[in-house]
């Protein structure tokens, strides 16, 4: 079973950037569909962007599309999500979530295995 770790959240001013990274425990990852979902307080859990394996296939939600990027490099098991142009409304713990297959999905049924989630705290 894939184990996954975030890091780089901090905070950062409105209009900064992060990247977020996703380490997976299994070179397996690269047989996994990757996404990112976050969680602000008091809300529920909502669908980021998601990445297919050889990231042929990318989705993101409408509130961080042209802002947010994902990517992942195989050879490393490890997702990125690279975030510009941060808005104070991206507050949240964000989560990596990964799931067995190629499917691309929004839902967050749909993912197996998840990370312990990073902080992202956005600055007025």
């Known amino acids: 079973q894939v184990q996954l770790v975030e890091s780089g959240g901090g905070l950062v001013q409105a209009g900064g950037s992060l990247r977020l990274s996703c380490a997976a425990s299994a070179r397996a990852f690269s047989n996994y569909a990757a996404a990112w979902f976050r969680q602000a307080p008091g809300k529920e859990r909502d669908f980021v962007a998601v990445?297919?394996?050889?990231?042929?296939?990318?989705l993101y939600a409408d509130s961080v599309k042209g802002r947010f990027t994902i990517s992942r490099d195989n050879a490393k098991n490890t997702v990125y999500l690279q975030m510009n142009s941060l808005k104070p409304e991206d507050t949240a713990v964000y989560y990596c979530?990964?799931?067995?297959?190629?499917?691309?999905?929004?839902?967050?049924?749909?993912?197996?295995?998840w990370g312990q989630g990073t902080q992202v705290t956005v600055s007025s």
């Open positions: 979530a990964a799931d067995l297959g190629n499917r691309v999905l929004r839902t967050l049924n749909a993912y197996t295995v």
């Open positions: 990445i297919s394996w050889r990231s042929y296939t990318t």
